[in-house]
C-alpha cells in the first residue's frame, strides 16, 4: 500500500430537515389544530482513530465527505429522521488542521478516539411548535439550518517511541531490520528508504518499545534538497533519537561533518525535534578491525566533543545492538515513571509535543506556499516567452511585408519615371501627369 502522510479533505455535515405546515383534519373533529412535525437533526462528520491503518491514502482518492440531510417534518406531529452520522477512519497519530484559517484542531492518537470536524444543522421547527391562545392556527414554519462545512489538513504523524536519523547508507535500515520484525528494502546506494517504516524492538515478554526508521537527510535538506524533510515530522512523538553515523564512509566523507550536517538539517527544520534527547550511535563497526574501529571512534569523539551517551554497533554482526537496545528501553521506563510519579512532567511533555507539531506544520504550509508559488512563476516565465516569440515573429512579419511593400512602391516608381521619360519623348515636350 503507498504510504501518504498528508491529505486535504472536504467535509460537509448534513443540513437539518424543514419544519412541517399541517392542519389535523379528522372527520367529526373540528377545528383540529396545526399538526405538523419538526424536521430532523443532520448528519455530523468524525474522525474515528483506527489502529490498523498506516497511511492516509484513501483521501487522496475519495478528498470530499457529505453526511446525510435530515428528513422534513411530516403531518400527524411526526419528526423528520434525522441523518446519519459519518465516521471517517484514521490512523493512530493524525492531526488535524482547518485548511482555511491553519488552526490546529486536535489530535487522534488512541483506538476509537472520536473528534466532531462537522456539525450538523439544526432541525427546523414545524407549525405545532407556534401554536398559542392567541394564535390557534399559526402558519409559519422555520427552515432547518445548512450543516457545517470544513476544508481539512490531516498530517499523520507515527507513533514512536524512538526514532533514526542520519545520512543516507548510515545503517537505519539495517539495524531496524535486526532488531525487529520490519523487512525495508536494503541497497549498497542512496536513498533506498523512500518511506518511513515502524518496527517493534521486543527484549522480553512486557518489554518493548517502537523504533520508527526516516528516509536519510542530506545537507540542504531544509530547501528541498533530496528528499527534503516532509518525514522529519514522524519524529515529533518520540521520546528519543539515534543518530546513526558511519564510521567509515564508503564515500570517504568526514564523519565529524556528516555529524553537523545532521544537526544543522535539524536545527533549520524544528527546534522543538532539534531539542529532543539524542544519542550518538556509530555504526559499520565490521567494515574495520577492532583497532582500526577503537582509533577512528577516538578520533572522531574527540573532534565532535559531545557529552551525549555515545555506543557503538554493527547492524550486520550485531556487534552492540542488545545493549544500545537494552539501554533504550531503560531510559523510556525510567521516563514513564517520572511522568506518573509527577503530573508537571506529562504536562510539559505534552506541551512540547503540541509545539513541534504546529512548527512541523508551518513548515509543511510555507513549502507548500513556495512550491504553489513557484509554480505560477514557472507558468508565467512560460506565457511571457511565448508572448516574445509572437513579438519577434510578429516584428520580422512585419518587417518582411513592410520590405515587400517598399520594394513594389520603388518598382512602380521606378516604372512611372521611365513611362513619364517615354511620353516625353513621344509628346515632344508635353507632360503626360499619371495618378497612381
Avoid at 199 to 223: H, M, N, Q, T
Amino acid at each position: 500500500m503507498k504510504f501518504v502522510d498528508e491529505a486535504s479533505i472536504k467535509v460537509e455535515a448534513g443540513k437539518g430537515g424543514d419544519g412541517c405546515l399541517s392542519f389535523r383534519r379528522e372527520k367529526y373533529i373540528a377545528h383540529g389544530g396545526p399538526d405538523g412535525g419538526d424536521g430532523g437533526d443532520g448528519g455530523s462528520v468524525y474522525l474515528r482513530g483506527d489502529a490498523a491503518l498506516n497511511t492516509l491514502v484513501d483521501y487522496r482518492f475519495k478528498p470530499r465527505c457529505k453526511a446525510p440531510k435530515g428528513e422534513h417534518g411530516k403531518g400527524s406531529d411526526r419528526k423528520g429522521a434525522k441523518g446519519d452520522d459519518v465516521y471517517l477512519r484514521v490512523p493512530l497519530g493524525t492531526s488535524v488542521f482547518d485548511d482555511d484559517t491553519d488552526e490546529y484542531l486536535g489530535d487522534i492518537s488512541r483506538a476509537d478516539e472520536v473528534m466532531l470536524v462537522g456539525q450538523a444543522g439544526f432541525h427546523g421547527l414545524g407549525n405545532a411548535r407556534f401554536k398559542s391562545s392567541t394564535n390557534r392556527a399559526p402558519r409559519q414554519t422555520s427552515k432547518g439550518q445548512p450543516g457545517e462545512i470544513r476544508n481539512l489538513r490531516l498530517e499523520l504523524r507515527l507513533i514512536a517511541d524512538v526514532g533514526l536519523l542520519g545520512l543516507p547508507n548510515a545503517g537505519k535500515s539495517t539495524l531496524i531490520s535486526a532488531v525487529s520484525a520490519a523487512r525495508p528494502k536494503i541497497a549498497d546506494y542512496p536513498f533506498t528508504t523512500l518511506v518511513p517504516n515502524l518496527g517493534v524492538v521486543r527484549l522480553g515478554e512486557d518489554e518493548s518499545f517502537v523504533i520508527a526508521d526516516i528516509p536519510g537527510l542530506i545537507e540542504g535538506a531544509a530547501d528541498g534538497a533530496g528528499l527534503g524533510v516532509q518525514f522529519l515530522k514522524h519524529l515529533a512523538r518520540t521520546r528519543v533519537l539515534l543518530h546513526l553515523l558511519d564510521i567509515s564512509p564508503i564515500d570517504n566523507s568526514d564523519p565529524v561533518e556528516n555529524f553537523h550536517v545532521i544537526e544543522r538539517e535539524l536545527a533549520n527544520y524544528s527546534a522543538g525535534i532539534a531539542h529532543k534527547d539524542r544519542w550518538l550511535v556509530l555504526t559499520k563497526l565490521d567494515t574495520l578491525s577492532p583497532e582500526e574501529a577503537k582509533v577512528k571512534a577516538d578520533s572522531i569523539l574527540a573532534q565532535l566533543n559531545v557529552t551525549i551517551p555515545v555506543f557503538m554497533i554493527s547492524a550486520v554482526s550485531n556487534q552492540g545492538v542488545r545493549e544500545l537496545m537494552g539501554a533504550v528501553y531503560e531510559y523510556l521506563a525510567d521516563l514513564r515513571e517520572q511522568e506518573r510519579a509527577d503530573a508537571a512532567i506529562e504536562e510539559a511533555y505534552a506541551e512540547q509535543e503540541a509545539r513541534i507539531v504546529n512548527e512541523t506544520h508551518s513548515y509543511s504550509v510555507t513549502l507548500r506556499e513556495t512550491r504553489r508559488a513557484q509554480r505560477q512563476q514557472e507558468k508565467l516565465g512560460i506565457l511571457d516567452d511565448d508572448d516574445d516569440e509572437q513579438d519577434e515573429d510578429f516584428d520580422e512579419d512585419a518587417a518582411e511585408s513592410q520590405s515587400e511593400d517598399d520594394y513594389d512602391f520603388d518598382r512602380e516608381a521606378a516604372k512611372n519615371q521611365d513611362d513619364d521619360f517615354d511620353d516625353d519623348d513621344d509628346d515632344h515636350g508635353v507632360i503626360v501627369h499619371y495618378e497612381r
